[in-house]
């Protein structure tokens, strides 16, 4: 039984602060925010979890396995070296848009993100040690069949990529209103969505269907795990099985407990 913990991560007061006391150059925005990314991805990813940029002020992180104090110290490093702070609110459902919700209501209810007051917040109820179990997470990692042959090797990069922004959007939106769970593009041709439990069945539909409204083909692999870096280790491994035996979708066959 799916039981999955996220975290969203909120720069304090960022609007403002982007143009206090004037304008900001963008690229050193950019900059700042991709910086600011890296630094979570690897704090978290250091601890077994993931973490999504969705719009760059505001991140999504898979934390099974992290506690309050952990997240303590991540925002506290951040704080240390940043000219920005970041509130954290960590909920766990084992419906991901539910665990994300309650995360969100949380924090909105500390306060506005452009709130100058609100600085820092932690907020949240872990996953409790005892009460984990070996498939608390299901990753699913979707690819774009031949990306490289039919549109890479074919088309200009900017063609390229609304191409495959068009397929992200629609799994994006499917898998989020169908099945309750979050998708996100992380690079090249590649979505990862945290999911419930879902059945190869409902990964097979997913795929037709975004193959009908967007004529992007899509295969994945699903893994499930106690964290989000097993899970999804063992999501891109039944992806390669995917390639192999040119299916839509492979699962791995067990779920991984980690150490």
């Not at 110290?73 to 970041?86: D, L, T």
């Not at 990692?141 to 063609?159: E, M, P, R």
């Not at 169908?178 to 593009?185: E, K, N, P, Q």
């Not at 989000?228 to 699962?251: D, F, I, P, W």
Request: charged content about 25%.
């Amino acid at each position: 039984m799916a039981n999955t913990q996220l975290t969203l991560i909120q720069i304090d007061n960022y609007g403002p602060w982007t143009v206090t006391p004037e304008p900001r150059r963008e690229v050193d925005l950019q900059t700042m925010q991709s910086r600011l990314y890296a630094d979570l991805s690897q704090h978290i990813g250091n601890r077994d979890g993931y973490v999504f940029f969705t719009r760059f002020d505001n991140m999504i992180a898979v934390t099974n396995g992290l506690d309050m104090k952990e997240h303590d110290r991540i925002q506290e490093s951040i704080g240390n070296r940043y000219p920005v702070s970041v509130s954290l609110s960590v909920a766990a459902s084992p419906s991901p848009i539910e665990a994300l919700e309650s995360a969100t209501e949380r924090l909105q209810a500390a306060g506005s993100a452009q709130d100058k007051g609100r600085r820092e917040i932690l907020r949240g109820d872990p996953v409790a040690p005892d009460t984990r179990s070996e498939d608390d997470v299901q990753i699913a990692h979707f690819d774009v069949i031949d990306a490289t042959g039919k549109y890479t090797d074919q088309l200009n990069a900017f063609d390229t990529f609304i191409t495959i922004e068009q397929g992200y959007a629609e799994v994006m939106k499917h898998m989020r209103q169908a099945h309750d769970s979050l998708s996100f593009f992380v690079g090249g041709d590649n979505v990862i969505a945290v999911c419930p439990n879902l059945s190869d069945d409902e990964y097979e539909d997913a795929t037709r269907h975004v193959s009908d409204a967007v004529d992007v083909d899509l295969q994945v692999g699903v893994g499930r795990a106690d964290n989000a870096h097993e899970a999804g280790m063992a999501a891109k491994h039944a992806l390669e099985q995917c390639r192999y035996n040119g299916t839509r979708v492979e699962s791995s066959p067990e779920p991984i407990h980690g150490d």
